[in-house]
């Protein structure tokens, strides 16, 4: 167990629907980044946030969105979902914003989308 | 923009004989460096990583990696495969004192032959 939940586990929905997908980071770290991993990208950033602020963007579509609570749980909201949007979504944590505390990320086990 | 190249999308080796995966990065200035490995089904857990100092660096499970400035590569080696071993593993790098998340390469799957 690194620390790091993810819920849920695996998520089937339809096309043109909307899913929430829920990270508690590993306690004592205060940055929580989103990832996809998909065969064809690989695994690409997506948003990274430091104590409840938006602290880098990667590629992220419009139809994401994310964000950090007050406790520090992140939850990734995706909408008018398409089929190319079935990955792997990983939350990771880190201890600090900036600087190699920022670099050495704890992986929570993922959530596996799957759109129908 | 950094980027990072994992040359082989799969390696086989037998069980005994030595690992090695590489990996060879592109950075406007001198990154941090990593290798995670993903077995099935679950996240990514760090193996080893290169920050400054000594260029040979040692990590979990008798892994290692040489950070080669000249040749821009951060290959991971192991002398002696176990059937344990058998993952997904991803060389990464990242900005110093950035805060862009970590690039990854896209993944080298890992076989071994008993």
């Known amino acids: 167990d690194s620390g790091v939940t993810q819920t849920p586990k695996h998520l089937i929905t339809a096309t043109g629907q909307r899913v929430t997908l829920r990270c508690s980071p590993r306690?004592?770290?205060?940055?929580v980044y989103w990832y996809q991993q998909s065969l064809d990208q690989g695994l690409q950033f997506l948003i990274q946030y430091y104590n409840g602020e938006e602290r880098a963007k990667g590629n992220i579509l419009e139809r994401f969105s994310a964000q950090q609570f007050p406790d520090l749980h992140s939850e990734l909201n995706l909408s008018s979902l398409e089929l190319g949007d079935s990955a792997l979504y990983f939350c990771?944590?880190?201890?600090?914003?900036?600087?190699?505390?920022?670099?050495?990320?704890?992986f929570g086990a993922g959530s596996r989308l799957t759109v129908l | 923009a950094q980027s990072v190249t994992q040359l082989g999308s799969h390696v086989s080796v037998s069980e005994g004989a030595l690992v090695l995966l590489r990996c060879n990065y592109s950075s406007s200035v001198p990154p941090y460096l990593f290798w995670y490995v993903q077995y099935p089904n679950q996240g990514l857990q760090l193996l080893l990583k290169y920050t400054t100092g000594a260029t040979l660096v040692k990590g979990i499970n008798g892994f290692e990696a040489e950070f080669k400035k000249s040749e821009t590569s951060f290959h991971l080696t192991k002398p002696s495969a176990h059937m344990s071993d058998a993952a997904e593993y991803f060389c990464a790098v990242s900005k110093r004192g950035g805060a862009d998340g970590l690039t990854f390469g896209k993944g080298t799957h890992l076989i071994i032959q008993p």
């Open positions: 306690s004592g770290d205060l940055s």
């Open positions: 990771a944590s880190s201890v600090a914003a900036t600087g190699l505390g920022a670099n050495v990320l704890t």
